[in-house]
């Protein structure tokens, strides 16, 4: 399970983003390096100020069309920050993901000696500390670890993107559309999954930075204009992604 509470939200329920988004996975990369995570109020952990720099990208694994399946659980929160004058618990309900999922890519300098421990532990399958979904509660693990060449992606034809991407501008103009005479049925149903999701946090306000992410399994017309984007590469000359 997994939950990347939105801060915009706690009336009475707590929401979650449905995609991993970079400041929790930036956390999970803390995690597995062993770098500390928050101790106090306007102070930004030390994974983040380390770790703020990586490039990455996300794309997610088994899910519906870009959206996992959600639910919704009640319980007792009997802390002291919790409860109230009169000594009644909070109770609070919290929309969860399950069986979240993601491909995660990281751009990683090996000559520098925090990535290099951070590729090692990746490929070895190690943690320092517990690296979790969005919560304590539900753990992450990781699995089928790969290495990529990579060139910078430039549009010279026709094109899919296989990750998370920002847009700049409307993406549904540039979907390439075709039409078949045979086997109708077996065409694949074109999708466009839309969030906003946070990218980083502004660090006078502490508060996030976002982005509006598409994931989609169209394909994009050569004129569709990612250059304000930036950071798309190509994968082993085929997959096409964005790190930011």
């Keep these: 399970m997994g939950f ?22 930036l956390g999970i990369i803390g995690a597995i390096a062993g770098l500390q995570g928050y101790q106090k109020n306007g102070a930004f952990p030390e994974y983040y100020q380390k770790l703020k720099h990586l490039k990455v990208g996300i794309a997610p694994l ?13 319980y007792n929160n009997g802390t002291g920050f919790a409860s109230s004058e009169a000594g009644g618990n909070l109770i609070v309900r919290e929309q969860i993901l399950i069986k979240p999922s993601y491909r995660c890519y990281l751009l990683l300098d090996i000559d520098e000696e925090l990535e290099r421990t951070v590729y090692e532990r990746i490929v070895k399958h190690e943690a320092e500390f517990l690296p979790y979904m969005g919560k304590n509660d539900f753990s992450a693990w990781w699995e089928n670890v790969q290495e990529y060449n990579f060139t910078r992606f430039l549009a010279n034809g026709n094109y899919k993107i296989v990750s998370l991407f920002a847009k700049t501008e409307a993406v549904s103009k540039h979907i390439v559309r075709s039409m078949s005479m045979f086997n109708a049925t077996a065409k694949e149903i074109v999708y466009v999954y839309f969030e906003r999701l946070p990218i980083g946090f502004d660090e006078q306000l502490y508060q ?29 000359n085929s997959e096409v992604i964005q790190m930011y």
């Design 4 to 25: 990347f509470k939105k801060p915009d939200i706690n009336d009475g329920i707590y929401l979650t983003y449905n995609m991993l988004h970079r400041p929790a996975l």
């Design 208 to 236: 996030y930075n976002y982005a509006d992410f598409v994931y989609s399994n169209a394909t994009f017309s050569k004129e569709m204009d990612m250059s304000g984007a930036g950071n798309f590469y190509s994968l082993n």
């Design 62 to 74: 088994g899910s519906d069309n870009g959206n996992f399946t959600k639910d919704v659980v009640a």
